[in-house]
């Protein structure tokens, strides 16, 4: 972009070349939820937490080429059986994607835009846990792309499982 140039102009002017255009216009929280069932007895076990998480994503369009990304994760978090909190966070972001279609959409929107969007929603969750007088819980880093190219194969992997099937009889 020339020193003159605005960014609308330089948007603009990708629009007209056919150029993928790709921009982040807002991180936020779309939902948040912390609760500890068993407060204060929980502050009187040995802190060995057994953690389980349930981590998903989603987007949907919300105008044209903008879209809206949301990661939402569930931490349950049991010490000796007994429930310590649990945590719920949907981290969401708007995104503006022009010049960009099929599979190149998808992998933006499922694994770009969430890598993107990952370290706020640590950052939810570790203030929230703390808020909550727990030690803080860093998630550990998640590998998006990786997640969408295995979700790829599958869907491949079950297409061509239907064409064997509807070919054999």
């Not at 990708?14 to 939820?33: C, H, M, P, T, W």
């Not at 503006?96 to 933006?108: R, S």
């Not at 969007?117 to 703390?130: G, M, N, Q, S, W």
Request: charged share 20%.
């Amino acid at each position: 972009m020339a020193d003159n140039e605005t960014p609308s102009e330089n948007t603009q002017e990708n629009q007209e070349k056919g150029q993928a255009n790709f921009a982040l216009q807002r991180i936020y929280v779309k939902d948040l939820s912390f609760e500890s069932p068993n407060s204060p007895q929980i502050f009187q076990k040995q802190w060995k937490p057994e953690v389980k998480m349930d981590l998903s994503t989603k987007h949907k369009k919300v105008a044209d080429d903008l879209y809206e990304v949301v990661i939402s994760v569930t931490l349950t978090v049991a010490v000796e059986g007994m429930t310590a909190y649990i945590v719920e966070v949907q981290q969401a972001g708007l995104f503006t994607v022009q010049g960009v279609e099929g599979g190149q959409l998808a992998q933006a929107l499922n694994a770009f835009c969430p890598n993107l969007l990952f370290p706020y929603l640590r950052e939810t969750v570790d203030t929230a846990v703390i808020k909550g007088s727990f030690p803080a819980m860093m998630l550990a880093p998640v590998n998006f792309d990786a997640i969408f190219a295995q979700a790829v194969m599958q869907k491949q992997k079950e297409a061509a499982e239907k064409a064997d099937e509807s070919t054999a009889h």
